[in-house]
C-alpha cells in the first residue's frame, strides 16, 4: 500500500493545502484509498496464476481442455495437466502417434501421402456376420456389427429432434393440414451429424489414418489398406478425446480401429 500511496501523493497539487503529512485526516483518508489498489493488484495476481496447471483455481476447465477425464483436485491429476501443457510436440503423425502410445493406445499414424481416397479405405472394413468362424447369433446372415471404418471430425456434433406425440389432423386437434405438426412432446432424440467423405482428390490430403499396420502399392507407395486394431471400450472417450485435442482442425481422421 506505501508504494501506491506514494504515486497518489504525486498526483495532488504542490500546496501546503494538499500535503499529505502522517498526522492528517487527510492523509489517512488518501492512505485508506490505496488498499483498493492492493485489492485489485491481488485480484490480478490470481488471474495470472490461472494460467498454470499448478496453481490453477479452474481445475476442471483444464482438465476439460486437454481431454483428463478422471478429473481430481490432487498432485496427480497436477501433474498430469502440467506433462500435457509443457508438450511441444506439434500436430504431426510422429508426435499424434507417441502422444497415443504413451497413454497406452497401439495405434499407427498414417498420412493420406500420396493421396487415395479416404472412403475406399474405410469402406473395405469387413462387417462381422454372426454364422461365422468366429460368431454365433443363432442365425447365418445376422449381421454382428461393423469393426471399423469411423471418421472422425472435430467431435460430434447432434441435433436435438423433439418425438412428437400429437399431430394436427387428429380428431381432438386442427391446424389446417392434416401432416402438420402441433408441437406437443415430451422427450428429444439426438440425431448425430454424419459427414460424407468428398470426392474431390485435391483434398484428399486434409486426411489421415489410424489404425495398424499399413500396406502400400510397391510402385505409387500409395496406402492400399490398413489393419484393424483393437481400442478398450472404456477407454473410448480418452481415446478420441487425445485425438481431437492435438490434430490439426482442418484435418478429418479415418479410424481404422474396433472398440471391445
Not at 472404456?234 to 478425446?241: C, M, N, V
Request: include cysteine; glycine fraction near 8%.
Amino acid at each position: 500500500m506505501d508504494r501506491f500511496f506514494l504515486i497518489l501523493k504525486k498526483l495532488f497539487p504542490t500546496g501546503d493545502a494538499f500535503l499529505l503529512s502522517v498526522d492528517k485526516n487527510w492523509a489517512k483518508f488518501v492512505y485508506s484509498l490505496t488498499a483498493l489498489f492492493d485489492d485489485f493488484r491481488t485480484y490480478i495476481n490470481l488471474i495470472y496464476l490461472d494460467l498454470f496447471p499448478d496453481t490453477t483455481r479452474s481445475l476442471e476447465l483444464w482438465c476439460e481442455t486437454f481431454g483428463l477425464s478422471n478429473c481430481k483436485n490432487d498432485s496427480n491429476t497436477r501433474m498430469d495437466l502440467a506433462t500435457a501443457w509443457k508438450s511441444r510436440g506439434g500436430q504431426g503423425a510422429d508426435y499424434l502417434q507417441t502422444i497415443l502410445n504413451s497413454a497406452g493406445f497401439n495405434v499407427q499414424v498414417h498420412e493420406n501421402n500420396p493421396p487415395v481416397d479416404p472412403d475406399v479405405l474405410l469402406s473395405s472394413i469387413p462387417w462381422m456376420v454372426a454364422g461365422g468362424e468366429y460368431a454365433y447369433a443363432g442365425n447365418t446372415t445376422a449381421i454382428a456389427g461393423k469393426t471399423g471404418g469411423d471418421l472422425l471430425v472435430n467431435g460430434s456434433i447432434v441435433t436435438n429432434i423433439p418425438l412428437y406425440n400429437s399431430f394436427a389432423g387428429a380428431s381432438y386437434m386442427s391446424a389446417g393440414n392434416e401432416l402438420a405438426v402441433a408441437g406437443l412432446y415430451d422427450k428429444f432424440t439426438t440425431k448425430e451429424k454424419v459427414y460424407k467423405i468428398t470426392n474431390d482428390p485435391d483434398l484428399w490430403g486434409g486426411y489421415f489414418f489410424i489404425g495398424g499396420d499399413v500396406t502400400r502399392d510397391p510402385v505409387t507407395h500409395k496406402i492400399t489398406a490398413i489393419e484393424n486394431v483393437s481400442i478398450p471400450t472404456d477407454r473410448k472417450a480418452d481415446f478420441l478425446r487425445l485425438i481431437l485435442r492435438i490434430k490439426p482442425a482442418q484435418t478429418w481422421v479415418g479410424l481404422l480401429v474396433s472398440y471391445v
